[in-house]
Nanobody, 127 residues
Framework: QVQLVESGGGLVQAGGSLRLSCEVS????????MGWFRQPPGNERVFVAA????????SYLDSVKGRFSISRDNAKNTVYLQMNSLKPEDTAVYYC????????????????????WGQGTQVTVSS
């Protein structure tokens, strides 16, 4: 059974940085396209970033482009989300997701395209 465990969330001031990690167990991360989603309080879960199995293709939510960077270390079975210049509107629970399907940028943003999800990690950005 594939399991995803996120870590690295916390409280940070606006303008600060955090790096989220997602460790995959029960499977080989190089077999999966990976994504990060977030769910602000009282809102639906939305796409933030995605990376294909090799790391050669990435995609981002427009509002995080230039501030967030998704990467992966297949040797460590881990995917990362580096978040810089954080804003209060980035406050949310962040979820890692995996799919064995090769999504491409056209489908990477779809929640329904992902088979496995982590439990989420809280990110709070104070103003």
């Amino acid at each position: 059974q594939v399991q995803l465990v996120e870590s690295g969330g916390g409280l940070v001031q606006a303008g600060g940085s955090l790096r989220l990690s997602c460790e995959v167990s029960g499977g080989t991360v190089s077999s999966y396209d990976m994504g990060w989603f977030r769910q602000p309080p009282g809102n639906e879960r939305v796409f933030v970033a995605a990376i294909n199995w090799s790391g050669g293709t990435t995609s981002y939510l427009d509002s995080v482009k230039g501030r967030f960077s998704i990467s992966r270390d297949n040797a460590k079975n881990t995917v990362y989300l580096q978040m810089n210049s954080l804003k209060p509107e980035d406050t949310a629970v962040y979820y890692c997701a995996a799919t064995s399907e090769s999504l491409g940028r056209g489908r990477a943003w779809l929640r329904s395209a992902y088979d496995y999800w982590g439990q989420g990690t809280q990110v709070t950005v104070s103003s």
